[in-house]
Nanobody, 123 residues
Framework: VQLQASGGGLVQAGDSLRLSCTASGRTFKRRYAVGWFRQAPGKEREFVGCLSWSGDRTDYADSVKGRFAISMNNAGNTVYLQMNSLKSDDTAVYYC????????????????WGQGTLVTVSS
């Protein structure tokens, strides 16, 4: 499956932004778990959140819990990362990824990656 991440941009602290991850050629639902990761300048890529293969379970990194939410459209081919109350620490390139596992918290769980979309939060 090929993934396309989009929706990044420049926002101010406290703003909201929604990222999209679209699958080409296939749908996610009941085929792949979908994860979001991010890499800030000078840092390692880190887990942000995950939506399970069945679409009914999510998990998030502690740093974004309560502020970010992952969901899927009805067609099952787009997964969203809704980001609220953004902070300067959220500035990073955000990647979506797909896994053949039911659920994945680690980069190694994912076989398919999108190209990344840059989110910049100004304080």
């Amino acid at each position: 499956v090929q993934l396309q991440a989009s929706g990044g941009g420049l926002v101010q602290a406290g703003d909201s932004l929604r990222l999209s991850c679209t699958a080409s050629g296939r749908t996610f639902k009941r085929r792949y778990a979908v994860g979001w990761f991010r890499q800030a300048p000078g840092k390692e890529r880190e887990f942000v959140g995950c939506l399970s293969w069945s679409g009914d379970r999510t998990d998030y990194a502690d740093s974004v819990k309560g502020r970010f939410a992952i969901s899927m459209n009805n067609a099952g081919n787009t997964v969203y990362l809704q980001m609220n109350s953004l902070k300067s620490d959220d500035t990073a390139v955000y990647y979506c990824a797909a896994s053949n596992y039911d659920f994945g918290l680690y980069e190694a769980d994912y076989s398919y990656w999108g190209q990344g979309t840059l989110v910049t939060v100004s304080s």
